[in-house]
């Protein structure tokens, strides 16, 4: 079976800086992976699909890459409204989210 | 305006059932595949099953196989999830999404489920 990894779990981040969560598969998963936000209760959110393309209407700020079992997603300046969880989500198998990643305002 | 609204949640005994199901409405129901995601409190998201376009085709998590069962009427533009068996572990906010095979793109508000004596 495929487990999905993410780092780190929480991070803290002042309002402009670039942050970069990475998500990892157990085994190649090809492009196969999509990120989500999630604001405190709401209802998740596609952000980017098939590891790079960005959900139409989603800021530019968001940005996903990477391939085979290594991931990564990017906000390039953090916006207050960008405090959310973040889950990555495989589909080369069925589908699987990641553990999450909680972003914070420092 | 493009809506899922979930119902059918509460409060059901271990052992006991529920039938959850999701009004669509402000899209072409018929042409999209449709999951149902979980999200016990305090945890992360968990996809449950997902339903082709015209119900022929469906998945399940191993942790529901055998015990839930997805399904719809594209006539009447719901999706359904009956969960037999309930377990403790089963307590969660149920969501349906829309989507592709691969991703959701639009969600529900939630369903919450709840199984306790």
């Known amino acids: 079976d495929i487990q999905m990894t993410q780092s780190p779990s929480s991070l803290s981040a002042s309002v402009g800086d670039r942050v970069t969560i990475t998500c990892q598969a157990s085994q190649d998963i090809s492009n196969y992976l999509n990120w989500y936000q999630q604001k405190p209760g709401k209802a998740p959110k596609l952000l980017i699909y098939?590891?790079?393309n960005l959900e139409t209407g989603v800021p530019s700020r968001f940005s996903g890459s990477g391939s085979g079992t290594d991931f990564t997603f990017t906000i390039s300046s953090l916006q207050p409204e960008d405090i959310a969880t973040y889950y990555c989500?495989?589909?080369?198998?069925?589908?699987?989210f990641g553990p999450g990643t909680k972003v914070d305002i420092k | 305006e493009v809506q899922l609204v979930e119902s059918g949640g509460g409060l059901v005994q271990p052992g006991g059932s529920l039938r959850l199901s999701c009004a669509a409405s402000?899209?072409?129901?018929?042409?999209?595949?449709m999951h149902w995601v979980r999200q016990a409190p305090g945890k992360g998201l968990v996809w449950v099953s997902r339903?082709?376009?015209?119900?022929?085709?469906?998945s399940y998590a191993d942790s529901v196989k055998g015990r839930f069962t997805i399904s719809r009427d594209n006539a009447k533009n719901t999706l359904y999830l009956q969960m037999n068996s309930l377990r403790a572990e089963d307590t969660a906010v149920y969501y349906c999404a829309r989507g592709d095979a691969n991703n959701m793109d639009v969600w529900g508000k939630g369903t919450t489920v709840t199984v306790s004596s």
């Open positions: 402000g899209f072409t129901f018929s042409s999209y595949w």
């Open positions: 098939d590891a790079s």
């Open positions: 339903i082709n376009s015209d119900g022929s085709s469906t």
């Open positions: 989500q495989q589909y080369d198998n069925l589908l699987l």
